[in-house]
C-alpha cells in the first residue's frame, strides 16, 4: 500500500476540503442508532436538515442544497450515550445534550439555540463541564 502524503500547504488542502474556508460555528449531533431509531430519530434527523438547509445555515456542497459558507455541520452518528431516551441530539461545542427531540423540536433548538444562543432548556438532558 502507498504511504500517504501529508499534505502541508493550506491552499490545496482547501481545494480538497473547501468546508475549511466556512465560518463553522456548531456541529450538531442526531442520533440514529437503533433505540433512537426506533422513536423516531430519521424523521427529526431530516426536519434539522430541512430547517438548516433552508435558511442556509447546514454548512456543505451547494448542489445538495447546502451552503458551501453554512455555519452548521449536520452529523448523523450511532449513539450519544443516552439513546433510552432519544431522540438524542449534542450541539457542539456548546456542549448542550438534549433528549426526548421530536420532530416539532427540530425547528425550535435551530431558531432558539442555533440562531440565537438560548439552549431549549425543557428538553436539556445535560451539559458537557469544561475544564477550569
Not at 433548538?109 to 463541564?129: A, F, G, K, Y
Request: hydrophobic letters at 35%; aromatic letters at 4%.
Amino acid at each position: 500500500m502507498a504511504e500517504k502524503k501529508f499534505i502541508t500547504d493550506r491552499e490545496q488542502l482547501e481545494k480538497l476540503a473547501p468546508m475549511l474556508k466556512a465560518p463553522i460555528r456548531r456541529q450538531v449531533f442526531v442520533c440514529t442508532g437503533k433505540s433512537c431509531r426506533a422513536v423516531g430519530s430519521e424523521d427529526v434527523k431530516e426536519e434539522f436538515t430541512r430547517v438548516l438547509e433552508e435558511k442556509g445555515l447546514r454548512q456543505g456542497k451547494e448542489k445538495k442544497g447546502r451552503n458551501p459558507m453554512g455555519e452548521v455541520v449536520l452529523t448523523e452518528c450511532g449513539s450519544i450515550g443516552f439513546c433510552s431516551v432519544g431522540t438524542a441530539v449534542m450541539v457542539y461545542p456548546d456542549g448542550v445534550l438534549y433528549g426526548q427531540v421530536n420532530v416539532e423540536d427540530g425547528p425550535e433548538i435551530i431558531e432558539e439555540h442555533i440562531e440565537n444562543d438560548r439552549p431549549v432548556e425543557r428538553l436539556v438532558l445535560m451539559r458537557l463541564r469544561n475544564k477550569p
